[in-house]
C-alpha cells in the first residue's frame, strides 16, 4: 500500500458545491444566494446577535459586572433543618445528614449536599446532631436537652491571588 492508494471511506466525503459556473450548473448568475441584500454580497455576514434592527439582547439586558456568590454556581446552598423535626429521632441516638434523608426530612441529594439546623420549636430528648451549621438558637437548645453538636468541616479552598496585606507582610518578614 502507497500514499497515494488512500482513499476516504465511501460515502464520507461529499462533492463540493461549484455554485457560480454558469447556467448548466443549476447554481449559476446569483450562485443560490437569491437577489439583492446584505446577506448576497461578497464578504455578507449578520451578526449572530443582531436582532432585525431592535435593540439587541445583551444591550438591553442590565449591565452587571462579573461572577459573584450571587451565582448558582458558587453560591453554598444549605438544607434547612428545624429542631422540630428532630422529633423522629429517638433519645440518645446520632442524626446524620444520610440519616435525614432516611426519615424523609430532606431528599437524598439533600443528605449529601450541605445542612443547617435551626432553632424553630422545642427539643426534649438528648441527641448528637451531625451538620455543617448551627444557628446559636439551635445548638443552645439541643444542649439544654442534654444532647451535643456535631460540626461536620467543610472544605475551604486557598484563595489563588495574593491579597495586598499579605505581601507587605512578606516584605516585612524579609527584613
Do not use: C, W
Not at 445583551?58 to 448558582?72: A, D, E, I, M, Q
Not at 432516611?102 to 451538620?131: M, Y
Request: hydrophobic share 30%; net charge positive; charged share 30%.
Amino acid at each position: 500500500m502507497k500514499l497515494s492508494d488512500l482513499r476516504p471511506a465511501p460515502g464520507s466525503h461529499k462533492a463540493e458545491r461549484r455554485v457560480g459556473r454558469g447556467h448548466g450548473s443549476g447554481r449559476g448568475k446569483t450562485a443560490g444566494r437569491g437577489t439583492k441584500g446584505q446577506k448576497a454580497r461578497t464578504g455578507g455576514h449578520v451578526n449572530r446577535s443582531f436582532n432585525g434592527g431592535q435593540t439587541r439582547l445583551n444591550k438591553r439586558l442590565p449591565f452587571v459586572r462579573g461572577l459573584g456568590n450571587g451565582t448558582s454556581a458558587f453560591r453554598d446552598e444549605y438544607t434547612i433543618i428545624n429542631i422540630v423535626d428532630l422529633e423522629l429521632f429517638e433519645g440518645g441516638s446520632q442524626v446524620r445528614p444520610e440519616d435525614l434523608a432516611a426519615q424523609g426530612l430532606a431528599t437524598p441529594a439533600q443528605g449529601k449536599g450541605l445542612i443547617k439546623v435551626l432553632g424553630d420549636g422545642e427539643i426534649d430528648r438528648a441527641l448528637t446532631v451531625h451538620a455543617h451549621k448551627f444557628s446559636a438558637s439551635a445548638k443552645a437548645k439541643i444542649e439544654a436537652a442534654g444532647g451535643s453538636v456535631e460540626i461536620i468541616p467543610t472544605r475551604v479552598y486557598e484563595k489563588t491571588k495574593r491579597r495586598k496585606d499579605e505581601n507587605k507582610e512578606t516584605a516585612e518578614a524579609a527584613q
